[in-house]
């Protein structure tokens, strides 16, 4: 059986989250509120970045000055699709952070009624499938005897990718194959167990830091798989998203919002030192920062808010099933917005 320490973190992580969630948010203001007060929802790694610039330096605030708005911005962090999409649903959160996956199956879910819908990239960043497991040098060496860590069981851009990855490996009646062997653990908790060995944590679909970080503390570990091959080519695989009712009665606080991420991007290009040690500060991250430094300078990683190459992905969860109805385009899953019109 999987260790029962990791077991228990796998099985409620997400739902203790979304309800801690839920109940400070509802506690605090309620499902609704005035324009001036946004509630963002991030996870764990470097793909959130942008958004710790925009914290440190009080980005949005700064916007928000200039659209003639005082913003008070509520920080939470989660773990996994599931725990961020329950709650920007309960009304715990205003913006939500998570993976291009969850964004589609809730884009999916509410069409027509909260109409959720992408606001804009992190950036484009490569993830990786990393293994421990010496047996294992692609996706088909996987076995029972592996679990393999991701931040949301079937949800997660990881999942995603990885059954996207398997129906080109097998063929789409067999985009599943490899979920019985996944569970659902924290970046860092699974970083761990890659770097320590010895548990039935055998790979993790991460992203940067933690898996430069694991692939540097663990001689046997290696990346199995590499997003940007089974997608063919840089994409955005980490997005902000919310709901259609709070864009349209916050126009000044989303226009703050993204403007604040655009200049966040902009100084996260230009300043890839100044990023890592705003990185290490905000997250109180215990990281070498010459291999953040080297994450950060990595050509493959790329800080804009535009998102790129997130149509494959929503083109395969259709036709597999994992969302009932068909996007045309990019489009349709994220809103019309200048700072975005050139996506994909």
Known sequence: MFPSRFTARARGWPRKLALLALGAGLAVSGAAHAEGKLRIAEQFGVVYLLLNVARDQQLI??????????????????????????????????????????????????????????????????YYLVSNNPKVKTIA?????????????????????LQLAAAKQWGDKEFNR??????AVPHPDATAAIISGGTEITGHFANPPFQEQELAGNPNARIVLNSYDV???????????????????????????VDALAEAAKFASANPEAAADLYVRVNKAKIDRALLVKVLKNPQVQFKVTPQNTFALAEFMHRVGAIRNQPKSWQDYFFQDPATAQGS
């Open 61 to 126: 605030e700064k916007h928000g000055k200039q659209q003639g708005v005082d913003i008070k911005v509520e920080w939470t962090q989660l773990s996994g699709g599931a725990a961020v999409n329950d709650a920007l649903l309960s009304g715990a959160i205003d913006i939500a952070g998570a993976g291009v996956g969850p964004l589609l199956t809730l884009w999916d879910r509410t069409l027509g009624k909260q109409n959720v819908r992408g606001v804009a990239s992190l950036g484009n960043f490569p």
């Open 141 to 161: 060496d996987f076995s029972e005897k592996d679990r393999i860590a991701l931040p949301a069981v079937t949800v997660s851009v990881q999942s995603r990718v």
């Open 178 to 183: 490899l979920d019985k062997w996944t569970v």
């Open 231 to 257: 997608l063919g080519g840089p994409s955005s695989a980490t997005v902000l998203y919310a709901t259609e009712k709070f864009r349209n009665d916050n126009p000044k606080t989303y226009r703050a919002f």
